[in-house]
Every structure is written in C-alpha cells, then in structure tokens.
C-alpha cells in the first residue's frame, strides 16, 4: 500500500523551484545504478518498477498542475495517463497495479524524455502559479518523496530474489543506532494533544489535532536490536502460536515465517540484506523488515506491548528517549482510523485517506529509507498488518 497522498499546507525551506528541481533530481540519484532491465521488473503485487515509480509521480504533476493551470499544455503521451495512474478513480481507468511490471514499453528512455518534458515545462509555469496551484505543487514533491521510499523498499524486494545479491545503492550505510544499552523511560499520563496544529506543510490524516486522554506509561529508550530478535528466534517465538494473534500465525505458518524478511541464515551465522547488498547482521542494529504480527507477538514475549500513537507523540515531551525517527518505521498498537472531525481534501487528491482507514496499522518516525525533511512526529504512516517489505521495527511499551 502507498502512503497517504493528500495534504494542507505549503512547505517553504527553500524556494520552490529550487525544491522542486532538488526532490526531482533525487529520484534519478536513487536509480543511477539500475539497469534498464531492473527498472522494468515487478517482483510482486504490492511492489512497482522503478521505471513505474519515475513516471507515476511525473504524471502526478501533469494532471494535476499542468492539466489545470495550464490552459495551452498537451499531454506527453495520452496513453500515459491509463498506464500512470495508480488509485484515483475520479481521473479514470487505470493498468492494474499487479501487472505494472508487464509494462515493457514505453522504455525506460522514454520515461526520463516524459520527466525532462514535465520538469521544464513545470519550472516554466512556476512563477506565475496561483497559491491553489502551489499548494498541489507542495504535495506533489511530498508525493514524489513517499515514492522515493517506496522505490528504495520495491527494488530491495525485487534485488532480494536474485541470487547474485546485488546492491541497489552501492556505498550505502544505515544511520549508526544510539550504543547505549536499553532502559524504559518513565512518561506521565493525562491529556496529551494528537495531530499536527501547526502552519507548515502535512498530510491531511494528520488533522485535525484532537486531545486524548492517556494513562502513565512507560516506553523504550531504543527500539529493538536484532539480538533481542535472535533470542526471540531462539526461544521458539516463531513456533510459540500462544504469543501470536490468530491471523498473524496463521499468515507466518502460510508463509513459513521464521526470522524477519531479508534475514539469511549461511555457515551457521545470520546475514541481512540491504540495499548495498548482503552483510553480516549487525547485532546491536534496530531489527527491521517485521510485520505488525510479529512485533505484536515480540512485545508479548519480552514482557511489553507496542505503543498506541498518541503515547508515541507524548514520549517527544520527555528526554531520555533516542531513535525516535530515521532508523525505521516503529509499529504502533493503533488502527489506522480517521481522527474525530476529519474530513477528506476536496477533489482527486481527497480519495485515498479516506477510503484506505481500514484494516491497516499506523507506523510512526519514519525510516532509513525516508527522504531527510521529509518526516515529523504527526506523520502518520499505514500498512495492512502481514506487510514486511518495508524498512519497519517497533519499539517496546510498558503499562505503569
């Protein structure tokens, strides 16, 4: 599942088309060591090509900025709008989304000529763009950003199934994790506020901001290292069904679960794959690429539980607490649901909060993966919870 799309706000670090230029340019940084051959795969349904990824989030500003405001423009190619659109049903039919790796033309070549195209016609009609228009492109680069992510976990998966292990970004480290050893941080209760009040850019399933009553609690000062995961394995977590809720052991003994996705076990060490290929699995890491199942089923055998995402918030007002964001999405025990008094963005861009607040589990903090800027502790990510693709790990919660 995508993240949400539809916002408020307008983002203003840096001027526009200097931002605009930048969040363009990163996306082509982050497939400059793929082939043509690798952008074109889909490894399965809830993953897209890179190739897709490029021209989906052009085709964003197409038909929402360049289709609206710009009376004289023509399209690239009309076909592009059937093959690019990914949910939204009131712009019209779509490719379906697990036979996006079928698409073999147009041509990765073609996709860069289709971004060139948008981009100068785009920084061409940036001055002279109403502030309705600005707003859509503000949301736009915060678009392209998720989908930046998004391309980092997809080509993970895909690079994950060649036995070869090929790094998609060669060079790459993860963030280094705080070497203090774990303890619980002590929070207070009582009403605490939930959701973004501010003036700056955010997506609208952060809003409105709301109170919520929360008891005391007590929280992780780290999130969970893969040695804690190593004991877990150890200690038959994997076979234990009495630590697991019903679907998420039916679902790990489907899919024969027993250790996170991209774990390998080889000469009687464990290795982790990433996207500078495969290591050595670091023990004192933050263990990522678990579904909400299984660090539900770890929270109860290490005696905790996970945290709801208003107590994830509260926790930024005590110290002590470290990798609150960027090393990976942390699991909350919060459905992912409308806050009271929500209301969806008008037009297009309104459809996928809305209809998506169902059946899927909201992460907070975002990850390694994540853009830098591109997060904030109102930002409210989701996926169904059998989802392991993405960089996602938990910290642990303690009643007190």
Same mark, same amino acid.
């Given at each position: 599942m995508e993240p949400a799309e539809p916002a408020r706000g307008q983002h203003r670090e840096a001027p526009l088309a200097q931002r605009f230029q930048a969040v363009r340019g990163h996306t082509e940084a982050l497939v400059a060591a793929l082939s043509d051959e690798d952008q074109c795969v889909q490894s399965m349904p809830d993953a897209s090509p890179a190739k897709w990824h490029r021209a989906h989030?052009?085709?964003?500003?197409?038909?929402? =900025?360049?289709?609206?405001?710009?009376?004289?423009?023509?399209?690239?190619?009309? *076909?592009? +709008?059937?093959?690019?659109?990914?949910y939204y049903e009131a712009v019209g039919a779509r490719h379906p989304r697990p036979k996006r790796g079928l698409l073999t033309r147009p041509a990765v070549a073609a996709v860069g000529r289709y971004r060139t195209h948008v981009d100068a016609?785009?920084? $061409?009609?940036?001055?002279?763009?109403? +502030?309705?228009?600005?707003?859509? =492109?503000?949301?736009?680069?915060? %678009?392209e950003q998720q989908h930046q992510e998004l391309l980092v976990t997809d080509m993970l998966h895909l690079f994950a199934q060649n036995p070869l292990?090929?790094?998609?970004? @060669?060079?790459?480290?993860?963030p280094t994790g705080t070497?203090?050893?774990? &303890?619980? =941080?002590?929070c207070p209760g009582g009403v605490v506020r939930l959701g973004y009040a501010g003036r700056g850019f955010c997506f609208d399933n952060e809003t409105p901001a709301h109170d919520v009553v929360i008891n005391d609690f007590r929280i992780a000062s780290r999130l969970v290292r893969n040695a804690e995961w190593?004991?877990?394995?150890?200690?038959?977590?994997? $076979? /234990?069904a009495t630590l697991w809720m019903s679907d998420g052991w039916s679902v790990a003994q489907q899919e024969s679960w027993r250790a996170p996705l991209h774990w390998r076990a080889h000469d009687d060490a464990w290795w982790q794959f990433g996207p500078d290929g495969l290591r050595p699995l670091d023990p004192d890491a933050p263990v990522r690429h678990v579904s909400w199942y299984e660090a539900d089923a770890f929270a109860r055998w290490a005696g905790g539980r996970l945290p709801t995402e208003a107590e994830w918030e509260?926790?930024?007002?005590?110290?002590?607490? %470290?990798? &609150?964001?960027?090393?990976?999405?942390?699991?909350?025990?919060?459905?992912? *649901?409308?806050?009271?008094?929500?209301? @969806?963005?008008?037009g297009a861009v309104g459809e996928y909060n809305g209809k998506f607040m169902i059946?899927?589990?909201?992460? &907070?903090? +975002?990850s390694? *993966?994540?853009?830098?800027? %591109? /997060?904030?502790p109102t930002y409210r990510n989701f996926f169904h919870p059998d989802k392991r693709w993405q960089f996602s790990g938990l910290r642990l919660a303690r009643d007190l």
């Open positions: 989030t052009t085709w964003f500003f197409e038909q929402f =900025v360049l289709g609206t405001f710009d009376p004289g423009y023509t399209p690239f190619d009309p *076909a592009f +709008g059937f093959l690019f659109n990914s016609v785009m920084l $061409r009609l940036l001055p002279a763009l109403p +502030g309705a228009a600005l707003a859509l =492109v503000e949301l736009g680069l915060q %678009h292990a090929p790094a998609m970004l @060669p060079g790459w480290r993860p070497p203090a050893a774990t &303890r619980f =941080v002590d190593l004991a877990f394995i150890a200690d038959g977590g994997y $076979r /234990t509260a926790m930024h007002a005590v110290s002590g607490v %470290h990798e &609150r964001v960027g090393h990976v999405w942390q699991w909350t025990a919060s459905a992912y *649901a409308p806050y009271p008094g929500y209301r @969806p963005a008008p059946n899927q589990m909201v992460l &907070r903090g +975002g390694m *993966a994540t853009p830098a800027g %591109h /997060t904030r």
